[in-house]
């Protein structure tokens, strides 16, 4: 049922297998790999604000607390410019975000991901020759407004390429390389912190090497055929549709089906941004923005961006906080391949609402070791089977996350967003998430000071509501084609009463055959 327990009847929606063609499968990677950037910054951000080099030269208050042995454990790393190095990506990341919608339209799916990868390699080059902290804080911006387009782009790409049977595995891609970049960056972090004065700006500008792959890459995938047909491109879309789809597959029946979606949706508007927010898009809208609001409110971005830098709080050595980050980050990239077999097999939801209950669980077990180690003076020695263990829930968390709220944030907007509100609503998606993600970051070594372990009852409670909110508002669906997506609000128990509102022009797929 398209719906879920709470679905009023059963689906609606027409399926259809598809080819997975080698083709397609290259394509895809080739558009996921985009997830590589982001990932190689999540995971780089953390491990170079603890090499001792790096804060001497732009933060040596921070170092100055690190060598103070009576130092609150939960405090050492609260600095606002700290964190500002790591979090003001995401303000240039929200704005371009935002931005991107409308180049989207002009460029194509394709087009955007060149322009990201470019504006990153900009932002690398500032960030690894940076001799002040304004050039630091420059860079970072650039950066964010790659990732910003890269995101925007890539999973809507990875949507609209992929045939209907396999679209949650190969969406799943991109999360899978930003595991991978995270992995990379840990890697990266461990090398770089033996190379003495200049193992940061190695760190940093390693990053280049995955900005290279997806920018080159990217000009050799042909552009969606949804994307093309959009900008009156039909000829072009027919080719990139056949190249996907593979000859034995009736692409013209697709092909005119597009058309014909792509007709109604430039009759009904011309204004995504303000269209999305009519009532019969009110489950778009919702989701879209809640969605990614809710992945960052797991505390699985702070786990990474500053696991180096938790685990050296409570006891580890330097070396040793980084092998935990790398490990951590080994565990969150083979539970995204888990993801990408089983979510095409069990649906979208129940990984949902395992990942939550796994997240929420260990959440708890780690706010009572903290709360019986460290207290709140935060001042005691943290024995080493109490790390041990902390280290384990924390690898927990991270494969929860993998298989559920990490890939799925990704796969679940950018296919339920029909195409005239498409851009706009993978703006809506990522800016949410920009947004979220740049005020958990700032305020997290803040928060971690001063609600000590209760930081940890703080994501749990968190955990808990979304999972409430996905048993009770997010639909299945698992193989359903994105022009069929209207039957899975006409089924729900909740948003038929939006969709079915008899004042709006119905644009639903079967009206258009």
């Given at each position: 049922m398209s719906g879920g327990p709470?679905?009023?009847?059963?689906?609606?929606?027409?399926?259809?297998d598809g080819a997975l063609t080698a083709s397609v499968i290259i394509i895809c990677i080739v558009a996921a790999s985009a997830g590589l950037i982001f990932g190689y910054d999540v995971g780089i951000s953390g491990g170079v604000t603890t090499m001792e080099p790096f804060l001497k030269k732009f933060f040596p208050s921070v170092l100055k607390k690190m060598g103070d042995a009576k130092q609150n454990q939960y405090c050492i790393f609260n600095s606002q410019i700290l964190t500002l190095f790591t979090s003001s990506?995401?303000?240039?990341?929200?704005?371009?975000?935002?931005?991107?919608?409308?180049?989207?339209?002009?460029?194509?799916?394709?087009?955007?991901?060149?322009?990201?990868?470019?504006v990153f390699l900009a932002g690398t080059a500032l960030n690894a020759a940076a001799i002040n902290v304004e050039m630091l804080i420059l860079g970072r911006l650039l950066l964010g407004f790659g990732i910003g387009f890269t995101n925007q782009a890539a999973p809507v790409y990875l949507s609209e390429m992929a045939p209907p049977k396999w679209r949650g595995a190969l969406s799943s891609g991109f999360q899978l390389f930003l595991g991978g970049g995270v992995v990379f960056a840990t890697f990266i972090n461990v090398k770089a912190a033996g190379m003495g004065e200049n193992g940061w700006r190695?760190?940093?500008?390693?990053?280049?090497?995955?900005?290279?792959?997806?920018?080159?890459?990217?000009?050799?995938?042909?552009?969606?055929?949804?994307?093309?047909?959009?900008?009156?491109?039909?000829?072009?879309?027919?080719?990139?549709?056949?190249?996907?789809?593979?000859?034995?597959?009736?692409?013209?029946?697709?092909?005119?089906?597009?058309?014909?979606?792509?007709?109604a949706s430039k009759a009904a508007t011309q204004?995504?941004?303000?269209?999305?927010?009519?009532?019969?898009?009110?489950p778009h809208l919702v989701l879209t923005a809640i969605i990614p609001s809710f992945q960052q409110l797991t505390g699985i971005n702070i786990v990474a961006f500053y696991a180096p830098v938790l685990f050296r709080s409570i006891g580890f050595g330097a070396g040793g906080a980084l092998i935990g980050a790398l490990?951590?980050?080994?565990?969150?990239?083979?539970?995204?391949?888990?993801?990408?077999?089983?979510?095409?097999?069990?649906?979208?939801?129940?990984?949902?609402?395992?990942?939550?209950?796994?997240?929420?669980?260990?959440?708890?077990?780690?706010?009572?070791?903290?709360?019986?180690?460290?207290?709140?003076?935060?001042?005691?020695?943290?024995?080493?089977?109490?790390?041990?263990?902390?280290?384990?829930?924390?690898?927990?968390?991270?494969?929860?996350?993998?298989?559920?709220?990490?890939?799925?944030?990704?796969?679940?907007?950018?296919?339920?967003?029909?195409?005239?509100?498409?851009?706009?609503?993978?703006?809506?998606?990522?800016?949410?998430?920009?947004?979220?993600?740049?005020?958990?970051?700032?305020l997290f070594l803040a928060i971690l000071c001063q609600m000590k372990y209760g930081v940890f009852l703080f994501?749990?409670?968190?955990?808990?509501?979304?999972?409430?909110?996905?048993?009770?508002f997010i639909p299945e669906t698992k193989g359903l084609r994105l022009q069929s997506m209207d039957s899975i609000w006409q089924n729900h128990w909740f948003w038929y009463r939006y969709v079915e509102d008899p004042s709006i022009n119905n644009l639903s797929y079967a009206s258009i055959n």
């Open positions: 709470f679905s009023r009847e059963g689906s609606g929606g027409r399926k259809e990506l995401y303000i240039a990341g929200l704005i371009s975000s935002l931005i991107a919608g409308r180049v989207t339209t002009a460029t194509g799916r394709k087009g955007i991901l060149i322009i990201g990868g470019l190695v760190a940093l500008g390693c990053a280049a090497f995955p900005a290279i792959i997806m920018t080159v890459g990217a000009f050799f995938i042909p552009d969606t055929p949804s994307s093309l047909i959009q900008r009156g491109l039909v000829h072009e879309a027919r080719a990139s549709l056949n190249q996907v789809r593979g000859v034995d597959s009736d692409t013209e029946a697709e092909l005119n089906d597009l058309i014909s979606y792509n007709e204004q995504p941004y303000k269209t999305i927010f009519q009532r019969r898009y009110r490990i951590l980050g080994l565990v969150n990239l083979g539970s995204t391949v888990v993801s990408a077999i089983v979510v095409d097999r069990f649906g979208r939801r129940v990984l949902f609402l395992e990942g939550g209950i796994q997240m929420f669980l260990c959440q708890l077990a780690l706010a009572w070791i903290l709360a019986a180690e460290l207290g709140t003076a935060g001042t005691a020695t943290f024995s080493k089977s109490s790390a041990i263990l902390v280290l384990i829930l924390m690898c927990s968390i991270s494969a929860a996350f993998g298989w559920s709220w990490g890939p799925l944030t990704w796969i679940v907007p950018s296919e339920i967003l029909p195409m005239e509100v498409r851009p706009a609503g993978q703006g809506i998606c990522i800016a949410s998430n920009f947004i979220f993600t740049f005020i958990l970051a700032q994501y749990a409670a968190w955990v808990l509501l979304m999972t409430i909110f996905v048993a009770l």
